[in-house]
């Protein structure tokens, strides 16, 4: 998830970056016993974790794959849920909360099948989704991965694929220079304007809620950036992929519920990881040019943040831990 600090699955939600592994259930399955593995990673998701699995569950006679779960230290149940309600699933407690990124290759690292579908835990997966898009990376071999297109419980799309972002829409994403200059051209190209998510097509980064892709190259690319601990990680790794030389798909013709925000909400630091996050995905893209500019967009929204709360009359212990988090930038 790479715009605003919602959406992403609160799976990845924590406050430290700290590289770490967990204990590992036994070894990988034999990869010619299944062609489908699918990691839904979690953290304090129970409720939607259990609609999640009660969806794969409904659609497990359609394609047979493995299906594994990584708890990244919840604090809800829900690895007790899952090992009592869904014995079919490999369950990974994660004593700590490693983030998206790491608590994905955990799982990742675990599976067998020939293609891997990385799931958050506030999705349901409908009919026909996991064959179509199976089938649509067999019969697209210049492909390396593909993601359906996700919907909110009242059936609308929700307009997820975006393309890679530049220098420039760190200048006008959620800043005062996107008010200052209604008519730039950054923003629309970003968010894919001009695309109604209603029919198929290539495109540069799709949702990351559902992402199906080849195993072989997960592991040729070696993953998720770790640095990427909860944002920006599913854009490097499309970037990657791209620069590898595969396209990347967006399957309109199916479709997956996503509860879109629900899981996030409760991680208040998500808006500083998330600053933290594009710096590193910056300075790693652009070089110092995006190291600098990730930075100064920070102060500028950081400007924004204070001002605002103090307008708003809130205590001035609420304006330092912005300036916290905009010094956290700078430091990084």
């Known amino acids: 998830m790479t715009d605003?600090?919602?959406?992403?699955?609160a799976a990845a939600a924590g406050t430290a970056a700290a590289p770490a592994t967990a204990a590992a259930p036994a070894a990988k399955h034999d990869p010619r016993a299944v062609r489908l593995s699918i990691v839904v990673l979690s953290w304090n998701t129970r409720e939607l974790l259990a609609a999640c699995l009660t969806s794969l569950r409904a659609v497990s006679g359609e394609l047979r794959f493995e299906l594994l779960v990584v708890d990244n230290a919840s604090a809800d149940g829900s690895a007790d849920m899952v090992a009592e309600r869904f014995p079919e699933a490999r369950l990974l407690r994660n004593p700590r909360n490693d983030g998206y990124a790491i608590g994905n290759n955990l799982g990742a690292a675990l599976a067998g099948g020939e293609y891997l579908l990385l799931l958050n835990s506030d999705t349901e997966v409908r009919a026909g989704v996991l064959p179509a898009l199976v089938d649509f990376l067999d019969r697209h071999p210049g492909h390396g991965a593909c993601a359906p297109r996700l919907v909110n419980p009242d059936g609308t799309p929700q307009l997820s694929c975006k393309t890679f972002p530049t220098l420039a829409t760190?200048?006008?994403f959620d800043t005062l220079f996107a008010?200052?200059?209604?008519?730039?051209?950054?923003l629309p190209r970003y968010m894919m304007a001009d695309f109604d998510h209603l029919s198929s097509r290539d495109v540069d980064q799709p949702p990351g809620a559902a992402f199906l892709v080849r195993r072989?190259?997960?592991e040729r690319l070696a993953g998720f950036d770790?640095?990427?601990w909860l944002f920006f990680n599913d854009v490097d790794l499309c970037r990657r992929l791209q620069a590898a030389g595969h396209r990347?798909?967006?399957?309109?013709?199916?479709?997956?519920l996503h509860h879109e925000g629900r899981s996030t909400s409760q991680f208040p630091a998500m808006g500083a990881i998330w600053h933290r996050n594009r710096l590193a995905y910056y300075r790693?893209?652009?070089?110092?040019?995006g190291t600098l500019v990730a930075r100064l967009m920070s102060t500028v929204r950081g400007a924004e943040e204070a001002r605002r709360l103090r307008r708003a009359g809130a205590p001035p212990e609420a304006r330092r831990a912005v300036w916290a988090a905009v010094r956290s930038v700078w430091k990084a």
């Not at 605003?4 to 699955?9: C, E, I, K």
């Not at 008010?179 to 950054?186: E, I, L, T, V």
């Not at 790693?284 to 040019?289: D, L």
């Open 4 to 9: 605003a600090p919602v959406g992403r699955s």
């Open 170 to 172: 760190a200048v006008f």
């Open 179 to 186: 008010r200052w200059f209604p008519g730039n051209r950054a």
């Open 216 to 218: 072989a190259l997960w």
């Open 226 to 228: 770790p640095e990427l």
């Open 248 to 256: 990347i798909a967006y399957v309109a013709e199916v479709a997956i």
């Open 284 to 289: 790693k893209t652009f070089g110092w040019r």
